[in-house]
Structures are given as structure tokens and as C-alpha cells.
């Protein structure tokens, strides 16, 4: 009798989670990329903050964020860790600094830095926001 909870797929699926990559908001947003016939690749390696969609061709970098890991302004983002406070909320603030850091350095070799927070993403408009701001025809994903 097989004991094992997972499946090997199942299996791999939750390691990646667990290693970060490959997470839903970020497979939702490559499918809406996906659909719009927009090519991307993945984990910008080398890039400055290694971000999660590189569009080479378009020179776009994108991020997706967690609204509690990265600090969003938002109430998810405000939300108040019960346990550990001060070791989340430096780790919040370091993450933030390397996230800024990171837009900077980006745009300093002529990236443009599309960030997308995962609150935005329940938004109803939020593929036709995404591919206006990957395109350069909107400022920002959020309303
Ligand atoms: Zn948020």
C-alpha cells in the first residue's frame, strides 16, 4: 500500500512552493502574458533582484509581490505578525529596502519595473491593467 500523502507531482509542486518560485499569482500572471501573445522568461538570474518575469525583448522586469512579505500598502500588507513581531517586521523592512534597491538598479540599465502585488490581482480588471502596464500604456496596475 503506497503510505505517501503525495502524488510526485503534488510532491514537486508543493517544493516549489516551498522554495518560492513558481507560486499561483505568479502563474497567474504568466498566463494572462501567455494569452496576450506577450513572450516572457523566468527568475531573471543576473538581474538585479532577481525578478520573476523578464520580458528581454520589451526590456520589462517584473515582480511579484506578497502584499505581507514585501510591506504593501494595504490592509494584508498592514497586518501585524501576533508572534515574533520585531524579527518580521525587520525582516519586512529589510525585504522592502532590497525590493527598492533592487527597481533601482533596474531602471539605472534602462529596465522599466512592472510590480504586481497579489491584493491587485483579485481585481476584475486586472489582466487588461497587467498587459497595459507590461506595453508601457499605463503607470501603475493599481486602480
Ligand atoms: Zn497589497
Given at each position: 500500500?503506497?503510505?505517501?500523502?503525495?502524488?510526485?507531482?503534488?510532491?514537486?509542486?508543493?517544493?516549489?512552493?516551498?522554495?518560492?518560485?513558481?507560486?499561483?499569482?505568479?502563474?497567474?500572471?504568466?498566463?494572462?502574458?501567455?494569452?496576450?501573445?506577450?513572450?516572457?522568461?523566468?527568475?531573471?538570474?543576473?538581474?538585479?533582484?532577481?525578478?520573476?518575469?523578464?520580458?528581454?525583448?520589451?526590456?520589462?522586469?517584473?515582480?511579484?509581490?506578497?502584499?505581507?512579505?514585501?510591506?504593501?500598502?494595504?490592509?494584508?500588507?498592514?497586518?501585524?505578525?501576533?508572534?515574533?513581531?520585531?524579527?518580521?517586521?525587520?525582516?519586512?523592512?529589510?525585504?522592502?529596502?532590497?525590493?527598492?534597491?533592487?527597481?533601482?538598479?533596474?531602471?539605472?540599465?534602462?529596465?522599466?519595473?512592472v510590480v504586481v502585488w497579489e491584493c491587485e490581482m483579485r481585481k476584475a480588471d486586472f489582466a487588461a491593467r497587467l498587459i497595459a502596464m507590461v506595453l508601457g500604456q499605463a503607470a501603475s496596475v493599481a486602480a
Amino acid at each position: 500500500m503506497n503510505t505517501d500523502v503525495f502524488s510526485p507531482e503534488k510532491r514537486s509542486a508543493v517544493m516549489r512552493c516551498v522554495k518560492g518560485r513558481d507560486t499561483s499569482p505568479e502563474l497567474a500572471v504568466r498566463r494572462i502574458l501567455r494569452a496576450a501573445g506577450i513572450g516572457y522568461r523566468l527568475g531573471g538570474i543576473g538581474l538585479p533582484g532577481r525578478p520573476d518575469v523578464v520580458m528581454k525583448g520589451r526590456k520589462v522586469a517584473l515582480f511579484v509581490h506578497g502584499c505581507f512579505w514585501h510591506g504593501h500598502d494595504c490592509p494584508r500588507g498592514a497586518r501585524q505578525p501576533k508572534t515574533n513581531a520585531d524579527y518580521w517586521i525587520a525582516k519586512i523592512s529589510r525585504n522592502r529596502a532590497r525590493d527598492a534597491a533592487a527597481v533601482k538598479a533596474l531602471e539605472a540599465s534602462g529596465w522599466r519595473v512592472v510590480v504586481v502585488w497579489e491584493c491587485e490581482m483579485r481585481k476584475a480588471d486586472f489582466a487588461a491593467r497587467l498587459i497595459a502596464m507590461v506595453l508601457g500604456q499605463a503607470a501603475s496596475v493599481a486602480a
